[in-house]
Nanobody, 123 residues
Framework: QVQLVESGGGLVQAGGSLRLSCAAS????????MGWFRQPPGKEREFVAA????????YYTDSVKGRFTISRVDAKNTVYLQMNSLKPEDTAIYYC????????????????WGQGTQVTVSS
C-alpha cells in the first residue's frame, strides 16, 4: 500500500524559509518521479517541482525557480522541498505525489497523493 505523508508546513513571514518533507512507504522514491504541487485558496492545483527517477533531473515552475529546491534522500525514502524567500503568493496547501512518467508537470499523470500540508506566508 502506497502512502505519502507530508509535513513541515506552517506560518512564516515573507522572506522566511520552510522545508517540507514527504515520507513515502510502499514505493521507492528513487524509482519513480516525485512531484510537489500546491493549491492556493480558491485556485486550482498547480505544479511546483519534480524530481525525475531518470537521471535525477529536477524541474520547477518558473515562479519558484531560484527560491525552491527539491531533493531526495533515498535512505530515508523521503523527498523534500526547501522553500526560501517565501512570498505571500506562495500561500497554499502543498501536496507531494508520485508519477510513473519520467518527467511530468501534469497532475493527471500523478497517481498517488499525500494529504497535503498548509503553508501560509504573511506579508
Amino acid at each position: 500500500q502506497v502512502q505519502l505523508v507530508e509535513s513541515g508546513g506552517g506560518l512564516v513571514q515573507a522572506g522566511g524559509s520552510l522545508r517540507l518533507s514527504c515520507a513515502a512507504s510502499g514505493l521507492a522514491v528513487s524509482s519513480v518521479t516525485m512531484g510537489w504541487f500546491r493549491q492556493p485558496p480558491g485556485k486550482e492545483r498547480e505544479f511546483v517541482a519534480a524530481f525525475s527517477w531518470s537521471g535525477g533531473n529536477t524541474y520547477y515552475t518558473d515562479s519558484v525557480k531560484g527560491r525552491f529546491t527539491i531533493s531526495r534522500v533515498d535512505a530515508k525514502n523521503t523527498v523534500y522541498l526547501q522553500m526560501n524567500s517565501l512570498k505571500p503568493e506562495d500561500t497554499a496547501i502543498y501536496y507531494c505525489a508520485r508519477s510513473g512518467f519520467t518527467n511530468s508537470r501534469a497532475a493527471l499523470s500523478y497517481d498517488y497523493w499525500g494529504q497535503g500540508t498548509q503553508v501560509t506566508v504573511s506579508s
